[in-house]
């Protein structure tokens, strides 16, 4: 093995054969385009448009079938997936593991734990919530996802809470904590760049392993587009269901595209004038917005209910924790786990790629065990509170028809992307609420989707931080084509049964990288050395195998 490069700030030199390695790439004036990455998944990405433009309904039935495939006989590889990464996320957290440094050993947090706390909430609140905080509570009260539990009755309410908390708690965090604890990692303890393929050094060599980079990127890519096509789904129902509910518009699947090509325009708009004007702005605003919705429901729904009703759902959950995280379709349910628990799986899987990345730069300088306790309980917390005060009003709403002493059939709704709306008719100044919801709804679809834009083309552009517009606002505007499409060939089941099929290869890249990060946790000077000999000037984390699996990339392309 060669001595250890040097890595000084500001040099740039070419190697024999005229490339520039990856480390350079940050610092070219345009930063290249992976090219054959690039083609390979936006042809790919084409002929699916193609194919759902011409045959949706030939594409609706092929996606079934695979989908029964990937739920029959791979259903327990994503139950098993999720909660052997809560188990990997805890023992790394609390092992010798957990007081590595996220950085050199002097590098500290570039943020307060403040501010860090705060970007970690605004990560936490999404459209997701927005639609299900009131929906999945109310379905799963009517429907009670185990134990055959009556409609309505205090066993299914503690179930719907079991369950919604379940599917928003510890799981997804800890799913978003391994992976972006992997990039923080290769990122800022190892030096390595490359983006997202860059964690899996440890497993890649030589030419193979810049071949397999790339379809790591290329898989990357596709989870991140149909996860957030799913999004861009749930935001144009919803915002459909609020304008048919204030200004009576048609709720339609054309208005769902039209809605969705607009707020296209807007979010590639945002995408490329810049992380810091865009993203920032929007994160702030939606965060600030969706607090006063919140605690103005506090206030006017059943406060005292809910305030008992968070340690109760909190010890309920913890409880229940272990039944529900290893459940399966073997005695039944398949259909309800379909619907429920695998999506939510595939879809958190599909959003590692994006989330991850954004924990992973807000995070340099904190130790493992701090990155992965504050990433799994904070947002978890945020998520008690929000389906207490939401999904608790709501099911007391729910109960309360049940039982004829007034209340509101929420669940009840054809659509449930009015099931928001209807329950906001039950509390004072409806009209504002509706349209405070509508708009929260148009900035979270506006700032995930251009983040969602930049991180694909950062995945085909060697994973520098800021591609080039023009392939910012060519995946924005893909992005945004495969939702409408999926409308018309389905609507939002269309849009889940996607996102499982397109996470299932996924799941085992999130495997691999793990394995990875495992592999280069137990090679890490923290753990294998007390300190760093006296008179060593050379940082032992960085290493000739991390420099010669990246993959060069013609000097001229950097120009």
Request: proline share 5%; hydrophobic share 50%; aromatic share 12%.
């Amino acid at each position: 093995m060669s001595a250890p490069p040097e890595h000084r700030p500001g040099t740039s030199s070419p190697t024999p054969d005229g490339t520039l390695g990856a480390r350079d790439l940050g610092r070219a004036k345009h930063p290249p385009v992976d090219r054959k990455t690039f083609a390979v998944a936006a042809g790919v990405v084409v002929l699916f448009l193609l194919v759902g433009a011409i045959w949706p309904t030939q594409l609706k039935s092929g996606a079934d079938a695979v989908l029964e495939v990937v739920v029959g006989d791979f259903g327990w590889a994503f139950v098993l997936g999720a909660t052997g990464f809560v188990v990997l996320a805890l023992v790394l957290a609390f092992s010798r593991f957990g007081r590595i440094r996220l950085g050199r050993d002097e590098d500290r947090p570039e943020h307060s734990r403040a501010s860090w706390i705060a970007m970690m909430f605004s990560a936490g609140m999404g459209i997701g919530l927005m639609f299900y905080g009131v929906t999945e509570p109310v379905t799963h009260l009517m429907t009670a996802p185990q134990n055959d539990a009556p409609a309505g009755s205090q066993d299914a309410a503690r179930e719907a809470m079991n369950y919604s908390l379940f599917h928003w708690g510890l799981h997804p965090w800890a799913i978003y904590a391994v992976v972006g604890l992997a990039l923080a990692y290769s990122s800022y303890r190892k030096e390595r760049a490359g983006g997202f393929s860059a964690a899996f050094a440890p497993l890649l060599r030589g030419k193979r392993g810049k071949g397999a980079a790339r379809v790591i990127d290329v898989f990357a890519i596709f989870a991140t587009l149909f996860g957030s096509a799913v999004s861009l789904g749930l935001g144009a129902a919803q915002m459909n269901g609020g304008l048919t509910e204030v200004f009576g518009i048609p709720n339609s699947t054309t208005v769902k595209a039209i809605i969705i090509a607009v707020l296209t325009v807007c979010f590639i708009l945002s995408a490329i004038s810049g992380i810091e004007r865009g993203i920032k702005w929007l994160s702030n605003t939606n965060m600030v917005l969706a607090l006063v919705l919140l605690f103005f429901l506090f206030v006017v729904g059943p406060t005292v209910f809910v305030l008992n009703l968070i340690p109760a759902s909190a010890g309920n959950y913890l409880s229940a924790l272990p039944t529900m995280a290893f459940r399966t379709g073997a005695f039944g349910g398949t259909d309800w786990l379909s619907a429920w628990t695998l999506f939510y799986w595939a879809w958190w899987v599909s959003w590692t790629p994006f989330v991850g990345a954004f924990l992973a730069k807000i995070s340099k300088g904190r130790t493992i065990r701090e990155f992965i306790v504050g990433v799994m309980l904070i947002p978890t917390a945020v998520s008690l509170i929000w389906f207490s005060v939401l999904g608790g009003a709501a099911i007391d709403l729910q109960r309360k028809f049940v039982e004829g002493t007034g209340g509101a059939d929420i669940a009840g709704l054809a659509d449930q992307e009015s099931q928001m709306f209807t329950f906001l008719q039950q509390f004072p100044w409806a009209g504002a609420t509706s349209v405070l919801v509508v708009l929260l709804v148009a900035i979270f679809f506006v700032s995930g989707a251009d983040a969602s834009s930049i991180v694909m083309g950062s995945l085909s552009s060697y994973g520098v931080d800021e591609p080039q517009k023009w392939l910012v606002a060519l995946w924005g505007g893909l992005m945004g084509l495969v939702a409408i499409v999926l409308f018309f060939a389905g609507g939002l089941e269309a849009l889940q049964d996607i996102t499982i099929i397109a996470a299932a290869p996924f799941l085992v890249i999130m495997v691999l990288m793990c394995v990875a990060l495992v592999k280069d946790l137990t090679r890490d000077p923290a753990v294998t050395a007390t300190k760093r000999r006296r008179g060593d000037t050379k940082d032992p984390r960085i290493t000739a195998v991390d420099h010669d699996w990246e993959s060069p990339v013609p000097a001229d392309e950097t120009r």
